[in-house]
Structure formats: structure tokens, C-alpha cells
């Protein structure tokens, strides 16, 4: 029987019912490449394991740039946005505590994959979603 890494465990109970806001309300998804922690290091090396085009317009953000937006309380949330900002900052914490040099990818126009990924001892994890901007 093989196991299942323990901590890619959290990081799937983290994202369960989580998705980026767009107009798409993909679900994320979580990334695990044993003995893959190199790849976090360049975009190109995340477009190339992602099956994305090597030419693909490419933004990399910080983590607070990502996730501050997501984390954010405002005035008139109702209780479904509530729930998922404190997801998303459960998320937040999760990565900043277990993983190191964590970068978030996003490739493409309209239609974005995004990818916040680093790493944690030999190996790549992260999660990964689709963000639709119009």
C-alpha cells in the first residue's frame, strides 16, 4: 500500500472546496514533485512541468501580493466570502510555516493558471488553480 505524504494531506484539506475568485470558480488544487524542489526556482521550469507553452505571458508575485486580496475583510461580506477568506488565510499560514521560498506563478492572458509553489526539503508542493479575468 503506498502512503500518502503526510503533509500534502494538510495541504489537501486546506484547499477542499477552495477556489480562486473569477469568473470561472475553478477549485484549486494541490502540487506534490518528489525530488522536484528545483523546479519552484523559475517560472519556465513551472510552465514546463505544467505542460504549459514555453512563450506563455508570465507574471511571478510575492506571497502578499497574492494572498493579502484573498485575505482581506471588507464592509457587506456575506457569510460564503467570510468562510472563504479564512480559508484562504488558513492556507496562507499552512505554506508560510511548512514551506520555504514560496512563489506565486501566473501564466497566460484572459485565462490564467496560477501557481503558488516552493519548497519543502527535496520536494516541489504548492496548489494550483485557473483565474479568468475580464
Known amino acids: 500500500m503506498i502512503r500518502k505524504n503526510p503533509f500534502l494531506m494538510k495541504l489537501e484539506a486546506a484547499v477542499k472546496g477552495l477556489s480562486l475568485p473569477s469568473e470561472s ?5 494541490t502540487m506534490h514533485l518528489p525530488g522536484s524542489a528545483i523546479v519552484a ?5 513551472v510552465a514546463r512541468v505544467a505542460d504549459l507553452p514555453a512563450n506563455a505571458k508570465t507574471e511571478v508575485m510575492d506571497v502578499a501580493a497574492f494572498f493579502d486580496p484573498l485575505c482581506q475583510d471588507r464592509e457587506g461580506q456575506g457569510p460564503e466570502v467570510k468562510k472563504s477568506i479564512a480559508a484562504f488565510r488558513k492556507l496562507r499560514e499552512l505554506l508560510e ?3 520555504e521560498e514560496i512563489k506565486v506563478y501566473r501564466f ?3 485565462k490564467k493558471s496560477v501557481f503558488v509553489v516552493g519548497k519543502r526539503g527535496r520536494d516541489l508542493f504548492g496548489v ?3 483565474q ?3
Not at 470558480?25 to 488544487?29: C, G, M, N, Q, T
Not at 526556482?41 to 521550469?45: P, V
Open 128 to 130: 494550483k488553480g485557473t
Open 25 to 29: 470558480d475553478a477549485p484549486l488544487k
Open 108 to 110: 497566460g492572458g484572459t
Open 41 to 45: 526556482e523559475s517560472a519556465a521550469a
Open 97 to 99: 510555516a511548512e514551506v
Open 132 to 134: 479568468v479575468e475580464t
